[in-house]
């Protein structure tokens, strides 16, 4: 698709879209490029610029994304530190972590790590004390 400004003779400024140059050259060729305000068959191409987006500022946009926009963001900011601070981190393990902990064949300490949904149903049934985190580990984040 190509968008053209076109202008017929009465002066009436319009654009329009073609499937391609060469659709518009047929349909002008044959007539049936009008102005929409009077009707005119006499329309002609206006000189056009590209419709192009400026360009982002280098950084700009990377440090936006890093950091938190709102205090929703802080708080899951500061909470995800804490956590990380303080836990250990486990990954796919974690399940087996946990019930080592659990049945006493592993020292009690902070973990986190990564469950399938299934998995974690499982260890809530069988008493293991675990809870969802709202954020994903860093090697899941981009």
Same mark, same amino acid.
């Given at each position: ?32 490029? *009008? ?8 329309v002609?191409?206006?000189? =056009?610029?590209?419709?192009?987006r ?31 601070? $303080? ?5 796919? $393990?974690?399940? *087996?972590?946990?019930?080592? =902990? ?11 790590g ?18 969802? #985190?709202?954020? #994903? ?6």
């Open positions: 698709m190509i968008k053209y400004a076109l202008k017929c003779a009465k002066a009436h400024e319009f654009e329009s879209w073609f499937q391609s140059a060469a659709a518009y050259e047929a349909l002008q060729v044959g007539g049936h490029v *009008t102005c929409p305000v009077c009707g005119d068959s006499g002609e191409k206006l000189l =056009m610029a590209p419709s192009v400026p360009a982002r500022k280098a950084g700009a946009e990377k440090a936006s994304l890093q950091a938190p926009a709102s205090e929703v963001e802080q708080a899951m900011a500061a909470l995800r530190a804490q956590i990380e601070a $303080n836990s250990e981190y486990v990954g796919v $393990n974690f399940v *087996t972590e946990a019930r080592k =902990m659990h049945a006493g064949d592993a020292p009690e300490r902070a973990i986190y990564e469950a399938k949904p299934e998995e974690a149903k499982k260890l809530i049934e069988d008493g293991v004390p675990v809870a969802p #985190l709202p954020f #994903l580990p860093k090697r899941k984040a981009n």
